[in-house]
């Protein structure tokens, strides 16, 4: 018992401490995951599309949820858990989903439109708690929600007459998560704000 008891105050120790800052790679598996949708909403993709889309956010899953969970260990309420609602939903559903599309699953759209309106509202639930985030960030949580809405609605009323326009929303989401991934990882390593994301709405 003697001798393992360094070992224990060393592990103690670092569980302690906050681990370093998964934001970026929860991120990037949500940049991934706005760039794929992008290509399927606007016409882009091929067939076979939804097998590959499916196998993809696996792997946005994989960053997402490690994310969300060592942003709640280290006390990030809000973005834990985003992080965790995003990877269950966006990436573990969407991924399951479209590798069944993608296999000739039968799948009711009217269904998953129900749960994309859940997911709206869960989005928009936390945005007030975004006034304290950076400017860019605050408008990538609002627009990831108009987004989300649109798929609910094209999802429950059968047609995809916005599907383009949900597309590029997604994409404005992508380019929006990216700079906060550059914020993220850039500006800690000089020790200076050189990327500049808007000061919060409020402190």
Not at 6 to 35: E, M, Q, Y
Not at 65 to 78: D, K, M, Q
Request: with cysteine; hydrophobic share 55%.
């Amino acid at each position: 018992m003697t001798q393992n008891a360094p070992d224990t105050d060393k592990v103690a120790a670092v569980l302690s401490h906050p681990w370093a800052n998964p934001a970026p790679a929860g991120l990037g598996g949500l940049v991934v995951a706005c760039f794929m949708f992008w290509a399927m909403l606007t016409g882009q993709v091929g067939e076979g599309h939804a097998l590959a889309l499916g196998l993809w956010l696996l792997g946005a899953m994989v960053c997402q949820l490690a994310a969300g969970f060592i942003e709640l260990r280290n006390g990030i309420v809000v973005g834990g858990n985003l992080m965790l609602f995003f990877g269950s939903f966006f990436c573990v559903v969407g991924a399951t989903t479209n590798i069944a599309k993608g296999l000739g699953a039968p799948l009711d759209p009217v269904i998953q439109g129900w749960g994309w309106v859940a997911a709206t509202l869960f989005i928009f639930a936390l945005l007030p708690c975004y006034v304290k985030a950076n400017k860019v960030f605050f408008f990538v949580v609002i627009i990831a929600g108009v987004a989300v809405g649109m798929i609910a609605y094209m999802d429950i009323t059968k047609t995809h007459d916005i599907a383009s326009l949900a597309g590029w929303l997604l994409m404005l989401v992508g380019i929006g998560s990216l700079l906060n991934i550059m914020a993220g990882v850039i500006n800690p390593t000089f020790g200076r704000e050189i990327i500049k994301l808007g000061k919060p709405f409020m402190e």
